[in-house]
């Protein structure tokens, strides 16, 4: 069974502290994973797919790199406004499994 | 670009009642799909659709049912409301499976 969890399920931090978040994953055949940030009372805005291990991605603050069993999202000197909780899923065929998430909080 | 729109935001509805939550994309995306998320659950598939007149079951399909009638639209119903069916209710697109999805801001349902 496809399964995906992540890690911590919230952090603090302050402003410029950089950090990492996790996402460990079992399935079959990875065809894609995928990191989304959502923010209190919206959908998912999707950030990044990761098709094989030892790919990265960037966007400003934020870098997803991809291992064959994990998968790390990097947010680098952070600022309040990256506060969100960030989700990954993983597809594996026709399935598409989401994570709980973690909820990160940067403080100013 | 409206993106995706989903209708309505909120909704309280009583067991055993029936409703369609509407679901609407601009983006010519072939590919839609109807999740729930509860707290500490994560995003689950209930239905999906690769295209036009086709759809499918996901991992929680039980009490719902969609339709795939135009590329633009597809409503998701719920057939007879259950208070397990208080949940977050998510619309997403993406030009095909695989890619990433773009969502609604979704609607809230709470079944007394």
């Known amino acids: 069974e496809d399964q995906v969890t992540q890690s911590p399920e919230a952090l603090r931090l302050q402003e410029g502290e950089s950090s990492s978040l996790n996402c460990s994953y079992t399935?079959?055949?990875?065809?894609?994973l995928f990191w989304y940030r959502q923010d209190p009372g919206k959908g998912p805005e999707f950030l990044f797919t990761?098709?094989?291990a030892g790919e990265e991605k960037e966007k400003e603050r934020l870098k997803a790199t991809l291992t064959k069993k994990e998968s790390f999202l990097h947010i680098t000197a952070p600022k309040p406004e990256d506060s969100a909780t960030y989700l990954c899923?993983?597809?594996?065929?026709?399935?598409?499994?989401f994570g709980p998430g973690t909820r990160l909080s940067v403080l100013p | 670009n409206a993106g995706v729109t989903q209708t309505p935001k909120f909704q309280v509805l009583k067991t055993g009642q029936s409703m369609t939550l509407q679901c609407a994309q601009d983006?010519?995306?072939?590919?839609m799909s109807w999740y729930r998320q509860d707290p500490g659950m994560g995003l689950r598939l209930i239905h999906y659709s690769v295209g036009a007149g086709i759809t499918d079951q996901g991992e929680v399909p039980n009490g719902y049912n969609v339709s795939r009638s135009t590329t633009e639209d597809f409503p998701l119903r719920l057939l007879s409301a259950a208070p397990s069916q208080t949940s977050v209710y998510f619309c997403?697109?993406?030009?095909?499976?695989?890619?990433?999805?773009?969502f609604g801001s979704g609607t809230r349902l709470t079944v007394v």
């Open positions: 399935v079959s055949g990875l065809r894609g």
């Open positions: 899923a993983v597809q594996d065929g026709q399935n598409f499994v």
């Open positions: 983006m010519n995306h072939e590919y």
């Open positions: 990761l098709y094989s």
């Open positions: 997403a697109s993406s030009p095909r499976q695989g890619n990433g999805y773009t």
